[in-house]
């Protein structure tokens, strides 16, 4: 059962990591007509700093964008069902106890970086490498060696995390 949940949780966060995605690169707004002089114009109609903007869509792309908006409403209504979803299975995680709720939030933590470019996986690392030089406190070579894997794409975000938390000590195992 145990397993069940951590695999579910997995896809959830993986949904929702995609959702969010896409939410962040499809249009906003609503397409309005107007007839200027005998000819109908379609507009892009958004809420810009608090005031309404327009923008000019061709007749070719017309149909594009309004598939984009309904594909936004679609996704702003499944991403609360999906996060209703993810509470409850942290919620049985937490009564069912055997360290589940400690494996369910090492997948939350770890969502999304696998959907990262190599481009926004080196800003990561890089980020990292001064934060860690800040602190005094440097990166193993083992570590190093993860991430350097995980931006090439040969291995999960996770399984580094994990292997990392284990070499400190931490337990990332759900105990039966």
Known sequence: MDNTIVMEYTKLLEKKARLQKELSVLPQGYISKKNINGKTYHYLQNRVSGKMAGIYLKKDKVDRVSEQIRLRKQYEEELPKVNTRLNELEQAARLIGHGLDRRLL???????????????????????????????????????????????????????????????????????
């Open 106 to 176: 090492l997948q939350k933590l770890g969502a999304g970086m696998d959907m990262l470019s190599a481009e926004q996986k080196g800003r990561c690392i890089s980020f990292a490498d001064a934060m860690n030089a800040i602190e005094g406190v440097p990166a193993s070579e083992q570590t190093s060696k993860g991430l350097a894997d995980w931006q090439d794409g040969k291995t999960s975000y996770l399984s580094v995390f994990e292997a990392t938390l284990r070499r400190y000590g931490f337990k990332t195992e759900v105990q039966p």
